[in-house]
């Protein structure tokens, strides 16, 4: 059969919700397929999930394929993989994009190597562009740029996959903007097919633990962040009063994290959450790389630090040299009387 | 329990000096001191663990340079039984699919194991792809981002990170689990073991020095000394064995490059937008007029 050509998304979801970056990618994949004038489908598993064949619909999928089984209700790697597997190889779509989550990496990579085709993990963005092979002198049409920082955040690295399909990736969270949603729209709903063999069925989930979570930086409108400046757990306090002023999430990075200040929850950055909050508050951060490419979309960024040459003052529209110890009392005051 | 343990040596992508940097900001990867990937030490911990407490045995596995027997080494000295190195021109600049791939022929190779253990990424690509790709090479099932490990009535349990929280799965064997730092604390290098495997060596190394030392030998002579050194270490238990594409059998269309789907086109050097930056004293008036700003143009309420 002709390849389809659609563009995928695995809507992933978690007892009967949507992960938010299921959306983002399918707000990117409408944007890609309009590019390429093909149709975007969403794969979504689970056991009683139609529902969210509506949801997916409104956020642009133009087909769901959906594979509806009471194994799939709790994510396990080899159940997910085969149902995938088989599906793209009976529709043979020429992008698969999957949410950079802890079941997307644990997942993609096993599809792709059951495929034989090319995986890129963690990308921060997605493009489409022509690609000349300077082995073969092929020049390629329309292959998905891969976009993702490298070598621990120090490049940004395009990938392409020339020779094989579907072209796959894995997409970080947080980076790319949830669409609006559109009502009216009809998808078709295609029938995945759910089979399992024992050996596939044979992991067992003993215990599912999730403690409630206590803090949502990605939905987060303002985060006022610690670093490693902020000295200790009780300063923390500090930061804690001035989010809860202007009514704000707590952010941190990773020296913060690591040094035991607080929670990893808060941590912003390469190997924490990526944040566009509408205003981002650094204090008493440095500013490495690997955290400025999780906070540099924020819409209005303030630095507060005690060296002028820190790095986050590259990326800051507000750059306070100063002590957080007597800045931030001074922001917090100045709020209360506005 | 037959362990296996993939590992690689990385440059230390998480202390960039200024001394690895080139004049025009890029990094300069040679420059990197090469390190044992740190969620790979955390891998074999927890072998180790698993080999101490109900017995069996440790090897561990490394593609890359012959500079990675560096590592290797390493892992001699904290435990580990036997150690392997893929070493060939055909392996090199290897996307994730080629890498599981010519692991995988090697851990084909081996062939006795009842867990594989890898770290759950390496720093220099953060892909954590890898592991996955080998089970699934292997036909055989996965636990990444694994926090502990235990035995119990013939099954392995395993303790896995999942977002906000975690879940204990349990496993036949054999399996594959890929390990998350942080959670076990790896064993230092024993001094007794150190010393023991100071000197051990593989037989490239070997090669290398003779023909350093005796530039004018003829080569006939040379290899016979050569293989005469190599046993005698081997026979001592000091030689890493080094295998290359045809060791293995593997397949040269799917390893190194060649093998490779994904090519890297493009690489830019991380330059962050820098704008416009309003310069704000610390001050009463300053931050005052700062928060009026804000609350101005709706980014406070």
Redesign the interface.
Known sequence: MTPSQEIWVFAEQENGELKSVALELLGRARELADELGVEVGALLLGSDVLDLSRTLTNYGADKVYLADHPELKQYR??PY?KVIDRTVQAHHPQIVLFGA???G??????I???L???????CTDLQIGN?L?PFTGVDHQNLL??IR????????????????RPQMATVREGVMKTPETTTGRVAKIVKAPAEFTDAEL??????????P?SVDLRAAR?IVSGGAGVGGKEGFDLIRELAHV??GEVGASRAAVDAGYIGK?HQVG?TGTTVRP??YIACGISGA?QH??GM?ES??I?A?NLDSDAPI???????????LY??VP??I???KN? | MQCIVLIKQVPDTKNITAKAMRDDGTVNRAALPAIFNPDDLCALELALRVRDQYGGSVRVISMGPLRALEILRDALSRGADEAVLLSDKRFAAADTLATSYSLSEAVKKIGNYDLIFCGRQAIDGDTAQVGPQVAEKLNIPQATYAQEIWKENGKVFVRREVEGGYEVLALKTPALITVTGGYVLPRPRSARRTIRFRNVTAKPEIEARWKKENPDMPAEELDKKVEAEASRCKQAGLLIDVWSVDDIGADIKRTGLVGSPTRVWRVENVTLHTGESKKIEPTEDGIHALVEELIHDHVLG
């Open positions: 790697t080899l993989a989550t802890m079941i990496r644990d997942l993609a990579p096993r792709a190597s059951q034989v085709t090319g995986l890129t993990a963690d690609y092979d740029y891969q920082p490298a070598f621990g955040g120090n490049v940004i690295a395009t990938i392409v996959a020339p020779n094989h044979a992991v067992e989930i003993i215990e599912h633990y999730r403690k979570k303002i202007i009514g929850d390469q509408v205003l790389v400025r490419v540099q819409a209005k303030i507060i003052f590259s990326v800051a529209h507000y750059s306070i040299v100063g002590d007597k800045v001074l922001m005051q100045a709020y506005k």
